[in-house]
C-alpha cells in the first residue's frame, strides 16, 4: 500500500510498467469533467473509475481485494478515510472470490485507517485489503485499475 500525492506520483513509475502511462491520464486529463462510470485508457490493461458519492462509515465499510488489478484511487473532493489490512491477515470472508468482478470480500476490521484528502492517492496491490469511501461527507475520486 501506498499514500502519496500526485505531485510524487513519478517516484513509483519503476514499481508497474503501467503506471507511467496510468500517471499521465491522472494528471492530464480534466478529472472532475469526467462523468461517474468507466473509462478506457488502455483497454482491459488500464481504465479510470469515476465515483462520486456520499461516504459511508467504518462500520459499513467492508474490506475489498482484487488479483487481476492494481487499485491507484485518486481522491478529488471531500477525504476519503479508506481501511487497510494486508489479505493475508483477513480471516473472515464475506463472498468468495468473484472472478467476473475480480473482487472478494472480508467482514474483518481494517487494522489502520488513512485519510486521504484531495490530490492524493492511495496504490492498493492484490495484497492489500482495503475498505474505500468512508466520509461524513461526499467523495469524488478516480480509481484507475491497472492490470497486475
Not at 500526485?6 to 508497474?16: I, T, Y
Not at 496510468?22 to 485508457?41: E, I, K, M, W, Y
Not at 494486508?86 to 472480508?106: G, L, Q
Not at 487494522?111 to 466520509?135: K, Q, R, Y
Request: some cysteine; glycine content about 6%.
Amino acid at each position: 500500500m501506498i499514500l502519496s500525492t500526485l505531485g510524487n506520483a513519478d517516484r513509483h513509475f519503476d514499481l508497474h510498467p503501467l503506471f507511467a502511462l496510468a500517471f499521465d491520464f491522472l494528471r492530464n486529463t480534466d478529472l472532475l469533467a469526467l462523468p461517474s462510470g468507466r473509462h478506457n485508457v488502455l483497454g482491459e490493461e488500464i481504465f479510470a473509475i469515476v465515483e462520486a458519492c456520499a461516504g459511508r462509515t467504518r462500520e459499513e465499510a467492508k474490506l475489498e481485494c482484487h488479483r487481476r488489478y492494481i487499485d491507484i484511487q485518486l481522491v478529488l473532493e471531500g477525504v476519503d478515510e479508506m481501511g487497510w489490512k494486508p489479505v493475508a491477515e483477513c480471516v473472515n470472508p464475506a463472498t468468495d472470490y468473484d472472478a467476473a468482478r475480480d473482487i472478494r470480500f472480508f467482514n474483518d476490521a481494517p487494522s489502520s485507517w488513512i485519510a486521504t484528502p484531495p490530490g492524493s492517492f492511495c496504490v492498493f496491490f492484490p495484497e492489500d485489503a482495503h475498505a474505500p469511501l468512508v466520509s461524513t461527507g461526499m467523495i469524488r475520486k478516480v480509481v484507475m485499475k491497472v492490470a497486475v
